[in-house]
């Protein structure tokens, strides 16, 4: 539809006006080349086509904390609730303690999970529970102290264990990878064995 | 080098006009049309001169390192947390770009949202029929293919491109009219949506300068009172074993107490206030100078809190730019007005 030219355009120049005009042409020598340039326009512009662009609605969308703002979109409900965004979202939030994942293991079964396979699939660096002696001390002396020194006690005492259990540097998979490689040498004798009997 | 010749040929522009100057005078020196004292006055003041001093000394800043005190402050500012409002040009602006989008975008084709004998279908053409088959929701009864499209201008004085009005429209449409049976809702079945919360808040209303949900639209700057009732941002004298933004980070928690989550920007001062030092009569001083070099912090969380303070401030507020301006001394606020936004 765009693309057709309107009606009212002059057509473009067909080459018998060209040629007539050409046979005019000898009589005004100096203007003879130019008037030809001159004549032969086109018209590209309006050969480009209007994109089509989608039919869009006005929206409000409201933030999961309540702020509001409009938009020009396709969707034609007038108002978007978000659940999850910025606003409540932990990286954006560091400091809000309720959006933090707080562990919940009411029946056990973490605790199970981590007897048999380790501590190697948390997401984080494990708090000290079995620090042993020296934890429980410097926890009875942090409750004793003041509330602050308690804390900074407490984490060395955890960063100590950490140290006696990991040689220094904790790698979370650690204890995983060294189980596997006690095994290893066993299975890989009965393999080369196998097919030696075969 | 271009600012000289310039000078030196408004000079010569000048003597022009006086035929008793010599021919090297005229080219060489610019008579001022002031006297001599004036002039030594005036120098005086702007390097900032003991009294019996006549010139600047050479090593300016070495000989007069002993008569200013170097202090570091701190600048902590919650930014805006909405956008402003819009002006109402901008919104009649805005209005007749849609109206205009109307006529040049493609037609809505509803069965590409709605599956037919739905409850949102049925929703959808319930408010369509209410909107006299207008599919634009918020743009008055405007005919994009009509015989009147050229028409798309609002009068002088037409309240259709207000915000407010735009989004009371739009939560009113966002209600849904159908009922749980597929039904048409009577009008006391329909739910209201939750208004957003308005603009002004609480502490707005009441104008409570220590709230951090005040004026939510600019950036509020934290200022402490001295015990003198001078209004100032935090500021203590530096020591010489730390760094600025390591004494900045200590003002704060000395000022403000620890339960903020701050973030200070950078370790380079956006601002510096100097008071020149006072002389007696035998160039001995009276008071020294300071030079107080201010950092940027911005506050995430918390509130300040003066009670515990150790530098001797009685208490805070938290201040726009334009309020600051009421409250700071004029050369103060001189000096770090440029590092604040305008909003």
Request: with cysteine; net charge positive.
């Amino acid at each position: 539809m765009a693309s057709r030219l309107p009606t009212a355009l002059p057509r473009r120049p067909t080459t018998s006006t060209l040629s007539t005009f050409n046979t005019l042409a000898p009589q005004t020598t100096s203007s003879s080349i130019i008037p030809t340039l001159q004549q032969t326009q086109t018209r590209n512009a309006t050969l480009i086509k209007r994109p089509k662009r989608p039919y869009t609605f006005t929206q409000v969308i409201q933030l999961s904390d309540g702020s509001t703002f409009t938009m020009r979109t396709c969707s034609p409900h007038s108002l978007y609730k978000s659940t999850k965004d910025t606003r409540n979202h932990v990286m954006w939030n560091p400091s809000e303690k309720s959006l933090k994942n707080i562990e919940v293991d009411e029946a056990g079964k973490l605790a199970a999970f981590r007897e048999r396979y380790g501590r190697g699939w948390d997401a984080q660096a494990p708090e000290v529970q079995d620090g042993g002696e020296g934890a429980q001390a410097a926890a009875a002396g942090g409750a004793a102290g003041g509330k602050k020194d308690g804390k900074k006690d407490d984490k060395a005492a955890a960063d100590a264990s950490f140290e006696n259990k990991f040689d220094s540097s904790y790698d979370p998979l650690g204890d995983l990878i060294s189980q596997y490689a006690v095994g290893v040498p066993e299975d890989k004798g009965a393999k080369v064995a196998k097919p030696k009997k075969k | 080098m271009a600012s000289s010749a310039r000078s030196s040929g408004a000079a010569a522009a000048l003597l022009r006009r006086r035929p008793n100057v010599c021919a090297s005078c005229r080219t060489t020196q610019f008579l001022r049309p002031y006297s001599v004292a004036a002039e030594a006055q005036a120098t005086a003041e702007a390097h900032h001169l003991k009294p019996t001093q006549s010139e600047p000394h050479v090593p300016f800043t070495v000989s007069r390192k002993a008569e200013y005190r170097i202090r570091s402050s701190i600048i902590l500012s919650r930014a805006p947390l909405l956008t402003r409002p819009l002006t109402p040009f901008e919104n009649a602006f805005f209005f007749y770009q849609k109206r205009l989008n109307e006529r040049l975008t493609t037609e809505f084709r509803h069965s590409m949202f709605f599956k037919k004998d739905t409850a949102a279908d049925l929703d959808w053409r319930i408010k369509l029929e209410e909107r006299g088959g207008l599919v634009a929701k918020e743009l008055g009864r405007y005919y994009a293919k009509g015989r009147n499209a050229w028409n798309d201008e609002l009068l002088v004085g037409s309240t259709l491109s207000d915000e407010n009005r735009i989004r009371e429209t739009l939560l009113k449409d966002a209600e849904m009219r159908v009922t749980e049976d597929g039904e048409k809702a009577k009008p006391d079945e329909i739910v209201p949506v939750e208004k957003p919360q308005p603009r002004i808040t609480e502490s707005d209303k009441k104008n409570d300068v220590r709230k951090l949900d005040r004026k939510l639209d600019q950036t509020l700057y934290l200022v402490v009172q001295k015990a003198s009732g001078e209004w100032q941002f935090p500021t203590d004298d530096m020591s010489t074993g730390e760094n600025l933004h390591q004494s900045a980070q200590r003002v704060l928690d000395a000022a403000a107490g620890p339960n903020m989550n701050t973030w200070i920007v950078g370790r380079v001062p956006v601002a510096h206030h100097v008071v020149q030092p006072k002389f007696k009569e035998d160039t001995s001083l009276a008071a020294k100078g300071e030079k107080t070099f201010f950092l940027k912090g911005r506050i995430m969380a918390g509130q300040a809190d003066v009670k515990e303070n150790t530098l001797g401030y009685r208490d805070f507020k938290w201040l726009t730019k334009d309020e600051l301006k009421e409250l700071l001394p004029d050369p103060y606020f001189k000096s770090v007005r440029n590092m604040m936004a305008d909003r």
